[in-house]
């Protein structure tokens, strides 16, 4: 049964480009006074055939390759779902380019060089991370696509839907909560 | 008096000291203006240039921060006006994300520059590549001595592949005269393959313009071969035998390279109020 693994990578320090984009939203998007931080991983997703092992074979990877993580600068952790385990009320948007350029990459560089068994997909996303003011209100995937996906100019920021995918979430309870 | 010309700076840009210059020289009063400057540019200048470089520094996508700066709604409302306005590389990234090309719908963001299509890797690409102007509507369709003639010019960028999800967009902007340069493969024919268009650019399109054709946003970069020396000698073409004649004795490094006629035509269209 295909099964998936998530691995979330962001920096240990600020994010400047998340600071910049913050910056941006908050000055430039109508609605944008609402973002209370914006913070940005890499997530790569692994589909694989539900093979026993498989995670623990791609977290020794991860830890001893430098191939997703560079352990001087980066933070990561694993996850069966993205959504899971965030701080607070946040959306998550994450933006693929509509080729995946970056996961067929990946994925052959695994296939080819590692030889990492019952491996059948790598899917690369920038994953922004907003989190909004107690007063944005409840709707808030609906506030994240305003302030994220540009249209116009005066739009939002994030993915340019001429050549980028997009999902928006609401942050879910952690895995361990919702046992 | 001297027509004058803006060349916009954002934070990160690198090529404007040179696009100024290369103003100059074509008889242009050129200043470089700060992005921030508290000034009315369309009272100032006739014209502007965005250069090339890493505004912003690429982040979230190339061009993308920089085109939600209040100088993009200036730029806007100059071009409504008819003013040039020229964006190489960086420049057009930014013009692309502003809306301001092809600009069929006012302030609307129709396409974008995405990364580099290429055989086995992606990321930065720097190389000289060979294009095609075919008149149109633009300012470029007066550029002397290139028109319809394919010429060499260098590009470097990581997001120089003009896409659209409107899938008939780009092939109204080719019958309406809004692509004025394509990559060419060597027998001079439009082409999107790889390496002769260097990054899988739908319909080879090189540079798009609005439909008024006073705006145009190109990745190649002019500025640098605007004189001789700056063409390699193995270029297999006139241009590089041009070149290598230059050992000979043979003219001068100042000469015209061939991204100069790309620049003077924006420059007369600047002299020329836009008309």
Redesign the interface.
């Known amino acids: 049964m295909s099964r998936k693994l998530d691995l979330l990578v962001s920096l240990r320090t600020r994010d400047?480009?998340a600071l910049?984009?913050e910056e941006?939203i908050r000055k430039?998007?109508p609605g944008g006074e609402k973002l209370a931080r914006l913070d940005r991983a890499d997530f790569w997703e692994f589909t694989f055939d539900g093979r026993e092992g498989f995670r623990e074979a791609m977290e020794k990877l991860v830890r001893e390759s430098n191939l997703f993580v560079n352990p001087n600068k980066h933070a990561y952790r694993f996850a069966d779902d993205y959504r899971t385990g965030w701080q607070g009320a946040c959306a998550l948007v994450a933006v693929r380019?509509?080729?995946d350029?970056?996961g067929a990459?990946a994925e052959e560089t695994l296939r080819s060089r590692y030889r990492v068994p019952g491996l059948t997909r790598v899917r690369y996303a920038t994953l922004w991370i907003l989190q909004f003011d107690a007063a944005a209100g409840e709707d808030l995937a609906l506030l994240a696509e305003s302030l994220s996906i540009?249209?116009?100019?005066?739009?939002g920021?994030?993915v340019?839907?001429?050549?980028?995918d997009y999902e928006i979430e609401r942050s879910r309870p952690s895995e361990r909560t919702a046992r | 008096m001297r027509a004058r010309a803006a060349v916009i700076q954002f934070p990160g840009v690198n090529c404007e000291f040179e696009s100024a210059r290369v103003l100059r020289e074509l008889g242009l009063e050129a200043d470089i203006v700060g992005w921030n400057e508290p000034i009315d540019l369309a009272a100032r200048y006739g014209g502007f240039l965005l250069p090339g470089g890493f505004a912003y520094q690429d982040r979230v996508r190339a061009g993308a921060i920089a085109s939600r700066e209040p100088v993009l709604t200036a730029l806007a409302e100059a071009a409504a006006a008819g003013a040039p306005i020229l964006g190489i590389c960086n420049g057009a990234q930014i013009l692309v994300e502003a809306g301001l090309v092809p600009g069929l719908r006012e302030g609307k963001i129709e396409a974008a520059l995405a990364p580099n299509r290429m055989p086995h890797r992606t990321g930065y690409h720097c190389a000289w590549v060979h294009v095609v102007c075919r008149g149109g509507r633009s300012f470029l369709s007066r550029a002397e001595g290139i028109v319809g003639k394919p010429f060499p010019i260098p590009i470097a960028h990581a997001e120089g592949r003009f896409v659209s999800r409107e899938p008939a967009l780009f092939d109204q902007l080719l019958e309406e005269g809004m692509i004025p340069l394509r990559y060419v493969s060597p027998s001079g024919e439009p082409t999107a393959l790889h390496p002769y268009c260097p990054n899988g650019s739908t319909l080879g399109a090189a540079a798009l313009s609005n439909r008024e054709g006073n705006v145009v946003a190109m990745m190649p970069h002019p500025e640098r071969a605007f004189y001789l020396y700056q063409v390699p000698d193995t270029l297999p073409c006139e241009w590089g035998e041009r070149k290598a004649g230059l050992a000979a004795g043979a003219g001068s490094l100042f000469d015209p390279g061939p991204g100069r006629a790309v620049l003077a035509a924006f420059a007369d269209a600047v002299r020329e109020g836009g008309k």
């Open positions: 400047l480009a910049t984009a941006t430039r998007i380019g509509r080729e350029l970056e990459l540009a249209t116009e100019r005066k739009g920021l994030l340019n839907p001429h050549y980028q």
